[in-house]
């Protein structure tokens, strides 16, 4: 290796390195395997991927949640615990050595939850006070006291709690012993992030939607999902493992809620979000008299409405507007997905599309020719 780790840290990073795949660091994330140190995962950031040291404090865990692989009941399982110094050591000589820049920290529950976190809580602190300037990330258990949850906030670079489910009926399934009423309290505080197991059977897109919109109100930074995975040995083993599909949908919502402006019923078709097309553009698709946009005169509100097109290129457009800059061979550069915004958008009342694009178009133009009509207003 080349680091100094000794065999039982290395040990115990194999194996709650691996038992943390469950928790959600980013949409996508990537489990290093050519490094020679376990437990190091590749977080999607706007700067790039970052490599953070994702594991578990301990995998004992005295909670018998119906899904998980650290269950009280499951005997298939290698029980390891760190001591708190071993792993502020083990996280230093990572980092100084630059294999990752920052910790993400969860837990099973061990004996007591106050007691487990308040030793992930002295990790962060010891780090801090020894100079230690990368990122910490700190999942919060459930029943913590609020206090304790204030005190070590100080020392992390963000906190998280995992909901799990959108409502009580779901959690009862997944995790009786867990209240959706204590999570909601802890993150009206923490401000940090949440997760959701998604497609275990019982779940609802109508109350997935409804609680991104009560959390995002809340002040919640980001919601994750993570499709079902059935584990051996658990009461949920017989079921089938959750749509990735879905996932996204649900992904592609939380970010329509909350930097789009849309309230969430919109995005549903009925009660459900499609399936075979993204959500903005079944929604698009849903209010035809809405479009085509010009983006000559439409606002940011409405700009960003369109398919294809995001904060960023919004952005782009107006300022281009400002300078007198922008013309439609402009937008084909500027648009990251030019087809499908074309099927949405005219610039100054014609086409984005030359007459002979065989582009297919959506049913936004009638068979005899684009029928004008202004949509610069707000939506």
Known sequence: MLVKLSFDTYRKLCVLGVHSKFDVCAMWEGYERNLSVPGIYHAASPSGKIPLLK???????????????????????????????????????????????????????????????????????????????????????????????AYYQKFASRMSFNLEAPSTSGLEMLMAEKSLWYGLKVLSKIKGTTQFVVDYGTDSDVDYLKLMAKLFSMGVCRVYFKAFVPISHTPMEHLPEGSRIREKRLYEASFLIQRYGFFWKELLDGDRLPLNIDVKTGWALRNPHLFPVDLAIADYRTLIRVPGIGP????????????????????????????????????????????????????????????????????
Do not use: W
């Open 55 to 149: 594991v578990l404090f301990t995998n004992r865990c005295e909670r018998n949640c119906g899904y998980c692989s650290n269950r009280k009941d499951r005997d298939r399982v290698e029980r390891v615990s760190f001591d708190v110094f071993e792993l502020v050591r083990a996280t230093e000589e990572l980092y100084e050595k630059g294999f990752i820049k920052g910790l993400f920290l969860s837990s099973g529950v061990g004996n007591n939850a106050e007691e487990t976190f308040v030793k992930m809580g002295e990790v962060a602190k010891i780090l801090r006070h020894r100079g230690f300037r990368g990122y910490i990330h700190l999942k919060v258990l459930p029943g913590v006291p609020l206090d304790a949850i």
């Open 312 to 379: 960023k290129t919004a952005r782009r457009i107006l300022n281009l507007r400002r300078k007198g800059e922008l013309d439609s061979e402009g937008l084909r550069k500027i648009l990251p997905s030019f087809r499908k915004t074309a099927g949405f958008a005219v610039f100054k009342g014609r086409r984005l599309t030359a007459d002979g694009d065989k582009f297919p178009m959506l049913p936004l133009f009638s068979e005899t020719g684009y029928q004008y009509m202004p949509c610069g207003r707000s939506i």
